[in-house]
């Protein structure tokens, strides 16, 4: 080829480092429309990605290691569920307690398998169409967590905009009172969305530690829980914009990867600032019209629903 | 009510411990004997107990400004890297120096970095209405970033053998000793003046008066003409000063020098110390103490019992969420109501 044979396998990094934010960032959205305010993305990673790897190792079954991620997620998400919900404590607050205790756990669950290596999730391979030029690899090579997170996005995207499902729970999300006058049940729904998110966050861990890279390491999310937050406001909500987003961030991780492996005349440390450095950027682009703001944020985010007041 | 909650959630944090060792193959009683006596037993320990909790107290008691307000700081262990940085920057540019006024003005600089760092979560908040919570936690991983690069290149020792290591500070340049024998550092009494002054400022004056409206009742502070933005950026820098002062007190004290890692996440357990506290700087003491007693029963816990190091970040985390959990006792009255049902 004419020295454009790095773009396949860029492209196809971009879209694993990209992985992990579509999932975390997705869940996220869903539990954020409903009204809700979940910071313990971090933690509901850690809890999925270690979850998943020792799952992974012990069994060798992927489907069952990606399983016990989303179920991990979903634990961990349920615990900020009581919190929040059923006892009403401060959202955020609680969301930072989520993180700080699932760095906690998932350091203890994992410390014996710190280095130890597992097989990278397979990637799929039909006889003529993953072999075509560029876009074989591309369209046809994936793992099959790609694809479930393309699927994930549109099928979220269809749940809330054209279920009646989806209406209501965007309902809850914007005027919690209304919802609850009319007989729906905002606590039981808000539970769902929860859920929904931790398994979500959980399987995005799960790609991390089975996929991205084969391991298990403390802290391997390094603030992709975080990145995944600012997407959601990046996207103002949209499912299809936290798609593109998610590639975006993957891909400036990458390039910045790719650019010191070439030997670029920066520090890594200063390339490594990337990611975050953008994320600040992008949050900043975007929050700074605040009616934008305002107009796509579901109206009750992290406000505390008591039915009684 | 408010100060029972503590309690109780440590109280089932001990609980749910025990249950958690069993769990791991050690004898609960033995094990907690181990975390949280066997640790300070004797006059080192009890020394190292205080060293361990000033960075804590230090980064808890300015997030707690903010926290009162609203205003979501996470980024304290940014703002102590920063400081870290700017104090120990002037001994790496003058290690000659055998001046009275280094310390100091180690001490100044140190504050000053944590505060500019601080300062650009506040103007992205007030200029650009940018989310503080993820700015700051953005800044922490630039901040271990920036100070892995220097200390990999411009503040590197020429005598170190290559290693990402500063010169270690002088006599001039370190935290004078408190008690002979232990490493009981001045920061401590820096920790407990800026404790002091919290309490002051939070009780006795019109910016404390503001902080506490704002974060309480936003609509009636803006009807009496409080600034948002002012109290935005006040608490910031607040907190980010104190941060950057735990930050020096580290790097000047029991660190030495500049590493690529000077915390072991002090930053992000003062979240946890602040709301253990109350949020009142008295609380906030007793709760520093507490959290640096996890570190501690950590590796006590580790050498003597081979238990691995991380229960402590399972203890403090789950501390943080009982306490959380037990709040609704505070907020909240229960009622049985008509049904037999708690409402």
């Known amino acids: 080829m004419n020295g454009f044979e790095w773009v396949v396998p860029v492209i196809l990094t971009v879209i694993t480092?990209?992985?992990?934010?579509?999932?975390?960032?997705?869940?996220?959205?869903?539990?954020?429309?409903?009204?809700?305010?979940?910071?313990?993305?971090?933690?509901?990673?850690?809890?999925?990605?270690?979850?998943?790897?020792?799952?992974?190792?012990?069994?060798?079954?992927?489907?069952?290691?990606?399983?016990?991620?989303?179920?991990?997620?979903?634990f961990m998400a349920f615990l900020f569920g009581v919190l929040t919900l059923s006892l009403m404590a401060n959202q955020v607050a609680t969301g930072l307690a989520l993180t700080l205790?699932?760095?906690?756990?998932?350091?203890?669950?994992?410390?014996?398998?710190?280095?130890?290596?597992?097989?990278?999730?397979?990637?799929?391979?039909?006889?003529?169409?993953?072999?075509?030029?560029?876009?074989?690899?591309?369209?046809?090579?994936?793992?099959?967590?790609?694809?479930?997170?393309?699927?994930?996005?549109?099928?979220?995207?269809?749940?809330?905009?054209?279920?009646?499902?989806?209406?209501?729970?965007?309902?809850?999300?914007?005027?919690?009172?209304?919802a609850h006058s009319i007989g729906y049940s905002v606590i039981g729904i808000r539970y769902l969305a929860v859920l929904f998110g931790g398994a979500m966050s959980g399987i995005g861990g799960a790609y991390l530690s089975l996929a991205y890279t084969p391991m298990w390491a403390e802290n391997m999310t390094a603030g992709r829980g975080w990145i995944a937050l600012a997407l959601i406001v990046f996207a103002t909500w949209k499912p299809g914009l936290v798609l593109v987003g998610a590639y975006m961030f993957g891909g400036i991780t990458i390039l910045q990867l790719h650019a010191q492996a070439a030997g670029l005349d920066l520090p890594s440390q200063v390339l490594s600032m990337l990611p975050y450095i953008a994320t600040i950027v992008v949050l900043v682009i975007i929050s700074?019209?605040?009616?934008?703001?305002?107009?796509?944020?579901?109206?009750?985010i992290g406000k505390i629903f008591h039915p009684a007041a | 009510m408010v100060y029972i909650t503590p309690i109780l959630a440590l109280t089932l944090t001990i609980l749910t411990g025990m249950l958690l060792f069993s769990f791991l193959g050690v004898d609960p009683v033995e094990a907690l004997r181990n975390f949280f006596i066997v640790p300070i037993n004797n006059q080192y320990g009890a020394t190292e107990l205080l060293v361990k909790a000033t960075p804590l107290i230090l980064c808890a008691i300015g997030l707690s400004v903010g926290f009162r307000a609203n205003v979501w700081n996470i980024g304290a262990e940014g703002q102590l890297t920063v400081g870290a940085i700017f104090g120990g920057a002037l001994f790496v540019y003058f290690p000659e120096t055998e001046s009275v006024f280094m310390l100091p003005a180690m001490i100044l600089l140190g504050a000053i970095g944590g505060a500019l760092w601080a300062a650009i979560p506040a103007f992205l908040k007030t200029r650009f209405n940018a989310n503080e919570i993820l700015t700051s936690l953005m800044l922490v991983y630039v901040a271990t970033l920036l100070l892995s690069l220097l200390v990999h290149g411009p503040f590197r020792d020429?005598?170190?053998?290559?290693?990402?290591?500063?010169?270690?500070?002088?006599?001039?340049?370190?935290?004078?000793?408190?008690?002979?024998?232990?490493?009981?550092?001045?920061?401590?009494?820096?920790a407990l003046l800026a404790v002091l002054t919290t309490w002051i400022m939070l009780a006795k004056t019109l910016i404390g008066f503001q902080v506490k409206v704002i974060g309480t009742a936003p609509k009636a502070g803006a009807y009496a003409g409080f600034s948002q933005k002012k109290i935005i950026w006040f608490s910031l820098l607040f907190g980010g000063a104190?941060?950057?002062?735990?930050?020096?007190?580290?790097?000047?004290?029991?660190?030495?020098?500049?590493?690529?890692?000077?915390?072991?996440?002090?930053?992000?357990?003062?979240?946890?110390?602040?709301?253990?506290?109350?949020?009142?700087p008295v609380g906030i003491i007793f709760a520093g103490l507490l959290m640096a007693l996890t570190y501690l029963g950590g590796e006590t816990a580790q050498i003597n019992l081979g238990m691995p190091v991380a229960v402590t970040g399972v203890f403090q985390g789950m501390v943080l969420f009982y306490l959380l959990a037990c709040d609704v006792f505070v907020n909240y009255r229960f009622q049985l109501n008509r049904f037999g049902k708690a409402a």
Not at chain 1, 152 to 161: I, K, N, P, R
């Open chain 1, 101 to 178: 205790f699932g760095i906690g756990i998932s350091a203890l669950i994992g410390q014996d398998f710190v280095g130890e290596p597992v097989k990278a999730l397979e990637k799929l391979n039909i006889a003529g169409l993953t072999d075509l030029p560029v876009i074989g690899p591309i369209l046809f090579g994936q793992d099959a967590l790609v694809y479930l997170s393309f699927f994930v996005v549109f099928a979220v995207s269809w749940f809330l905009f054209k279920t009646k499902a989806g209406l209501i729970l965007r309902a809850v999300g914007d005027s919690h009172d209304a």
């Open chain 2, 158 to 190: 020429p005598d170190g053998y290559n290693f990402p290591e500063s010169k270690i500070f002088t006599d001039s340049a370190t935290m004078p000793i408190l008690l002979e024998g232990t490493r009981l550092h001045f920061g401590s009494i820096i």
């Open chain 1, 17 to 74: 480092a990209a992985t992990p934010l579509v999932f975390a960032g997705i869940g996220e959205l869903v539990t954020e429309k409903a009204g809700v305010l979940n910071l313990g993305i971090e933690g509901m990673m850690l809890a999925g990605a270690v979850t998943a790897f020792v799952t992974a190792t012990l069994t060798g079954n992927y489907i069952l290691a990606v399983a016990a991620g989303a179920l991990a997620g979903m």
């Open chain 2, 242 to 280: 104190m941060a950057g002062l735990a930050g020096i007190s580290e790097v000047s004290g029991p660190v030495g020098q500049l590493l690529p890692s000077i915390s072991p996440g002090y930053g992000f357990t003062a979240i946890i110390v602040a709301f253990l506290g109350r949020l009142h």
């Open chain 1, 288 to 300: 700074k019209d605040e009616s934008r703001i305002r107009k796509h944020a579901p109206a009750c």
